[in-house]
T-cell receptor, first 115, second 116 residues
Framework: EAGVVQSPRYKIIEKKQPVAFWCNPISGHNTLYWYLQNLGQGPELLIR????????DSQLPKDRFSAERLKGVDSTLKIQPAELGDSAVYLCASSLDSRDLNEQFFGPGTRLTVL | GNSVTQMEGPVTLSEEAFLTINCTYTATGYPSLFWYVQYPGEGLQLLLK?????DKGSNKGFEATYRKETTSFHLEKGSVQVSDSAVYFC???????????????FGQGTILTVHP
């Protein structure tokens, strides 16, 4: 069974440029999460989707970050414009659903460097 | 708010040594507790979990017991191997009842290096 797929694995951009990350969750998983992981820190939740609905986006900086999960499968996280402080690893995770605290399966992440 | 605190790393051990990584938490309500592991170049993987007080989670020789009285979930292994070298994250998640349901709150991670 394929795991959570993320692309690209690495991205280097200049500040003020836009950037997008893509995530394909495990087949059949209804819940999708985007996390931000700064160097030397644990992941922090940005947004959680139940199917195509964003049910928790309280930590998403909405002035520059946006996300979508059309058709309740793949998801895209966008930053526009990127700032130096956005350099981090962006992780996607999925679970069957959020009832009973089902295990979250993580992708390998996208490492973003903003110059 | 909810938070998780892990012992400072990195931790360096010789093969077959005993491992303890301390983890304490603060939470509103009764969280479930988790240990995730991140091997070099890979995504985070669930190592073990415990959903209520006094539960013991175990996997691959690792164990952790949910201690409500000390708000702790320390990770232990009796004899580490070189292949255990990784970053270990303690985390909590709250149950049903709000938009934060299912949200994992992580500690900062502890780097473990095991030498032959």
């Amino acid at each position: 069974e394929a795991g959570v797929v993320q692309s690209p694995r690495y991205k280097i951009i200049e500040k003020k440029q836009p950037v997008a990350f893509w995530c394909n969750p495990i087949s059949g998983h209804n819940t999708l999460y985007w996390y931000l992981q700064n160097l030397g820190q644990g992941p922090e939740l940005l947004i959680r989707y139940e199917n195509e609905e964003a049910v928790d986006d309280s930590q998403l900086p909405k002035d520059r970050f946006s996300a979508e999960r059309l058709k309740g499968v793949d998801s895209t996280l966008k930053i526009q414009p990127a700032e130096l402080g956005d350099s981090a690893v962006y992780l996607c995770a999925s679970s069957l659903d959020s009832r009973d605290l089902n295990e979250q399966f993580f992708g390998p992440g996208t490492r973003l460097t903003v110059l | 708010g909810n938070s998780v605190t892990q012992m400072e790393g990195p931790v360096t051990l010789s093969e077959e040594a005993f491992l303890t990584i301390n983890c304490t938490y603060t939470a509103t309500g009764y969280p479930s507790l988790f240990w995730y592991v991140q091997y070099p170049g890979e995504g985070l993987q669930l190592l073990l979990k415990a959903t209520k007080a006094d539960d013991k989670g175990s996997n691959k020789g690792f164990e952790a017991t949910y201690r409500k009285e000390t708000t702790s979930f320390h990770l232990e292994k009796g004899s580490v191997q070189v292949s255990d070298s990784a970053v270990y994250f303690c985390a909590l998640a709250l149950g049903a009842g709000g938009t934060s349901y299912g949200k994992l709150t992580f500690g900062q991670g502890t780097i473990l290096t095991v030498h032959p």
